[in-house]
């Protein structure tokens, strides 16, 4: 059997108020191009479909029209869709019936009374496999599975919840058929992306051990870092990254997508064979100048000698300035520089330099920056700042309140 894998879609994203839909149509275009040609058996998307709960008609229709086109162009294709941090179960489970006459299958929440349930069987084309398809866990996901001597535990209700899956998944597999795992979550160890990514710290647990996936699969399909990447060294328990740079800081991201291939020898052992495939950049992503910040002179001719002439898709262009070197006439000469160039500008980051006795590194003064900070930065930007409080560190148990706050609006932002 062969398997694709990717995440974190992010469909409907605003880049700076720019729309991205022609990048994902053209990441679409290439996703069917490569499901014909390496004749894919199974496609998993391991969570992250849209950038919001409440995604736009358009970035839902995109969704629908690309799983149309990859059943009418791959008539034995199935796929696997689980919910991630920012997907609304509700909203993924109310196009379940859909979906499935297009051999679709969605797992929007886990139920602890109902693990079966996120537990596929998949037979095309005369080849089977067993998926877990463990979608994003909430704290209330697994309140009844959390509970330890020490008080409740999130990182233990994550183990059980897939423990439950994996004991109902045995009792479906046989000697030759591949188990494969699905999650939406931050493994230990697994590099994120500081601008765009969010931290999913639940009960003062930021990452989860990946001895929660068991020994027994043959593959881990995971979503929610951006980065491609292994999980503890194992070429089996993979992040598929995202298709196309969410933020500034994905720039120098290598974007793919994971193809899985399960053989099967005369003894009936899998073998595992997995073949990163590089996604083509349709919009290229440019932050000048590369290094430190430059006087304004030589930054606006930086951008003077940009050439764009060959890119079908302006790029995305942001300039680093110091704060010190913004006069009154900083953004008039840097629009000057712009002028008549292919770009979509996403703004001017005006960096201060901090004290030398200050280790939180540089301000960010422009306020689109704001939204792409995690709110435990504000937090502890807000402590560097006070008068009253400056040099102390945030205490743990504010932090914690903090994510309690943060967690309770995202579940109640899904209902």
């Known amino acids: ?53 409440t995604p736009s008609a358009s970035a839902e229709n995109q969704l629908y029209q690309f799983i149309k086109d990859a059943k ?13 941090n920012h997907d609304s179960a509700n909203r993924i489970l109310a196009a379940q019936p859909l979906l499935a006459q297009f051999d679709t299958h969605v797992v929007g929440r886990f139920e602890a009374t109902a693990a079966a349930d996120t537990v596929i069987t998949i037979n095309t084309n005369k080849k089977r496999a067993v998926i877990v398809a463990m979608p994003f866990l909430r704290a209330s996901d697994v309140t009844t599975l959390s509970q330890t001597k020490s008080g409740p535990s999130y990182a233990q209700g994550v183990k059980k919840a897939y423990e439950l899956a994996l004991e109902h998944a045995a009792t479906l597999q046989s000697e030759n058929t591949p188990l494969i795992v699905m999650g ?16 999913l710290v639940i009960g003062g647990e930021e990452a989860i051990s990946a001895n929660v996936f068991g020994k027994q699969a043959h593959y881990v399909a995971l979503g929610h ?43 009936q052992q899998i073998s595992v064979t997995v073949n990163p495939l590089y996604i083509p950049r349709l919009a290229d992503v440019i932050v000048l100048p590369k290094g430190e910040c430059v006087p304004l002179a030589e930054l606006c001719e930086e951008i003077k000698a940009l050439d764009t002439t060959a890119n079908t898709i302006a790029p995305y262009l942001r300039v680093k300035l110091k704060s010190s070197d913004t006069d009154t006439t900083f953004r008039e000469q840097i629009e000057q520089a712009l002028e008549g160039k292919h770009i979509r500008f996403c703004g001017i980051e005006r960096v201060r330099e901090q004290a030398a006795n200050n280790e939180g ?4 003064e422009d306020l689109t920056e704001v939204e792409m900070l995690n709110p435990l930065n504000l ?13 102390e560190s945030v205490p743990d148990a504010l932090k914690n309140l903090l994510n309690d706050v ?10």
């Open 1 to 53: 059997m062969k398997v694709l894998h990717t995440s974190d879609w992010h469909l409907g994203q605003q880049f700076y108020e720019y729309d991205r839909r022609h990048e994902h149509l053209a990441f679409f275009t290439w996703l069917l191009a490569t499901l014909v040609e390496q004749q894919i058996d199974l496609l998993l998307v391991a969570g992250d479909i849209y950038h919001t709960a």
């Open 72 to 84: 009418k162009q791959c008539p034995n294709l199935h796929v696997v869709i689980i919910a991630g």
């Open 184 to 199: 939406h979550l931050h493994a230990k160890g697994g590099d994120i992306s500081s601008d765009s990514e969010r931290n």
């Open 225 to 267: 870092l951006h980065k491609a990447q292994q999980v503890a060294k194992n070429e089996c328990i993979r992040y598929s990254g995202t298709p196309i740079p969410m933020s500034f800081s994905e720039r120098n991201y290598s974007h793919q997508v994971n193809v899985v291939e399960f053989n099967s020898d005369e003894k």
């Open 361 to 364: 590194g540089a301000v960010f």
């Open 379 to 391: 937090l502890e930007q807000a402590f560097a700042n006070d008068k009253d409080m400056h040099g």
């Open 406 to 415: 943060i967690n309770e609006l995202e579940e109640q932002q899904q209902l």
